[in-house]
């Protein structure tokens, strides 16, 4: 039996294990919703829910191909052993993706069944060449959907086609309310708002909290997912590049394209990093009323409050923003950064471990070696100068004067707005984290200097 075992891959289109197994007849669509990766400290209830709705949409396109999408609630390898005692010979087609990989590559080998991956598989080989395997997978033609899909009539009694059973099993956190919507035809719409109108300003408004909301792309979820493809996004884009007159429209969308390849730079730097595990060299410290404050938006730094409680109602924030408040909590508070970034995690719809991870580590000096400290008052002053995005998202700032937005403490009345005092000072407390960091990694820099990791100026995030 061909089995497409779908994961972070939840689209027809662009799809090649279904486009390629499908070719060979009789196919088994599967999803298996695996207990133990629910548990997972990383992932949260607003994660399934765009799951299900991602799954939904795939359903129809299956269904309206003449299949079925089937599932499973079990573990991964358990069902592949129940599917191989049920057909005594199984090939199962995947995407390249750093956990299923993991999951399957040894039972396939040691059960002596087929595995096909597709997916960018790109060699760590000169910066050069890289570059160029990367841009030679961007632009391979997309694999066109199966026109019909043909699937066995009798299937083994652990499979299910009932969404409804899906929708029963529960996944710890709270549901977001304001947060996109998951599934394929979402992610084709958001793809053509962008290209239509919303990238004019791309560059322009790229660091601004509430600009940004809007004139970025947001397809981050959507390709986390795999409800497009990164491939799909590429050539998509490259051809209105190619009909584009305005050389200020090119340049945004020039802009874009370097981000989309960043993305997949990324990926392929994840699947190599996954095997070096010994990154922990920095001891950091424990509160937990600073970590609740920092969760709930109260720390008393405006930006940083105003961009949790952001988090907490859409699941989505900018990259300049994820910065601020992974380098406030683990490098201005000094706090052991495993347990916030997990809750990130839980609260980023579009949480991607190899990006995610990738970029903690970076900003809290792990795997550079580099601490990245932020000034947060004075990004605000330049990513919102008129404070409204701190004015939508902490109300008890609402109708402060504008010269005391990011600074409420120096306001005359501050005891009467109801907004707490810093939890630090913020300044003092950035240059005893570089202190403390130069101690333990043993690096003779002066502390204080400006440096490529010395913050209060905008961060590029490519
Ligand atoms: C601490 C931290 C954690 C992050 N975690 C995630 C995560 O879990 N998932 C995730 O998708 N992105 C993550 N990012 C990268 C980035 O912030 C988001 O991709 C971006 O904010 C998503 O918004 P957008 O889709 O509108 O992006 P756009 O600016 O429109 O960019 C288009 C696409 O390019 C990719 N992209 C953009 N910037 C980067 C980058 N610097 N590196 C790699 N790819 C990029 C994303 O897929 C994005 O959707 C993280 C960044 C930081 C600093």
Not at 17 to 31: F, Q
Not at 95 to 103: E, G, P, S, V
Not at 222 to 233: L, Q
Request: aromatic share 10%; proline share 5%.
């Amino acid at each position: 039996m061909n089995i497409i075992l779908f994961d972070r891959d939840l689209r027809i289109f662009d799809h090649q294990p279904i486009a390629e197994a499908a070719k060979l007849g009789e196919i088994l669509p599967l999803y298996i919703i695996e207990p133990s990766q629910w548990e997972d400290a990383a992932y949260s209830v607003r994660h399934f829910q765009f799951v299900v709705e991602s799954l939904e949409d795939l359903s129809d396109q299956i269904e309206g191909r003449g299949g079925k999408l089937f599932f499973s609630i079990e573990e991964l390898r358990e069902v592949l052993e129940k599917l191989l005692e049920a057909y005594e010979s199984i090939n199962v087609f995947i995407h390249r993706d750093a956990r299923i990989l993991k999951k399957v590559t040894g039972w396939m080998e040691k059960n002596q069944q087929r595995l096909f991956i597709y997916g960018a598989e790109i060699d760590q080989v000169s910066a050069k060449a890289f570059k160029k395997q990367v841009q030679l997978y961007l632009d391979v033609p997309l694999a066109e959907a199966p026109e019909r899909i043909h699937v066995p009539e009798e299937t083994p009694s652990i499979l299910f086609t009932d969404m409804k059973k899906i929708h029963h099993f529960r996944v710890k956190g709270k549901r977001i309310r304001f947060g996109q919507q998951g599934g394929e035809s979402r992610a084709l719409e958001t793809l053509d708002s962008f290209l239509e109108e919303r990238f004019a300003n791309y560059i322009g408004n790229q660091h601004k909290p509430l600009p940004s909301s809007f004139s970025s792309s947001r397809l981050s979820a959507y390709i986390s997912w795999g409800n497009i493809s990164v491939r799909t996004i590429f050539q998509r884009t490259t051809e209105k590049l190619q009909l584009c007159g305005k050389d200020e429209e090119r340049v945004q969308l020039e802009a874009f394209l370097s981000k989309i390849t960043a993305r997949v730079r990324t990926a392929c730097h994840h699947l190599e990093y996954e095997q070096n595990e010994d990154v922990s060299i920095v001891k950091k410290d424990w509160n937990e009323e600073w970590f609740q404050r920092w969760i709930e938006g109260r720390t008393g730094v405006p930006v940083i409050d105003a961009a949790m409680r952001c988090l907490v109602k859409t699941g989505w924030l900018n990259y300049t923003l994820r910065e601020m408040v992974t380098s406030f909590i683990a490098n201005t508070l000094w706090l052991d950064g495993q347990k916030p970034s997990a809750v990130l995690a839980q609260l980023y719809l579009d949480y991607d471990p190899g990006l995610h991870d990738f970029y903690v580590q970076q900003i809290t000096g792990l795997s550079t070696k580099r601490l990245k400290i932020i000034n947060p008052i004075k990004v605000s002053k330049q990513i919102d100068p008129e404070g409204a995005f701190i004015r939508r998202y902490v109300t008890e700032l609402e109708k402060i004067p504008g010269e005391y937005i990011h600074e409420p403490w120096l306001y005359p009345a501050f005891y009467q707005l109801g907004y707490p005092p810093p939890i630090i000072d913020v300044l003092k407390a950035n240059k005893l984290a570089r202190q403390k960091f130069d101690r333990l990694t043993k690096q003779d820099k002066p502390s204080g200097k400006k440096g490529e990791d010395e913050t209060g100026q905008l961060s590029f995030d490519i």
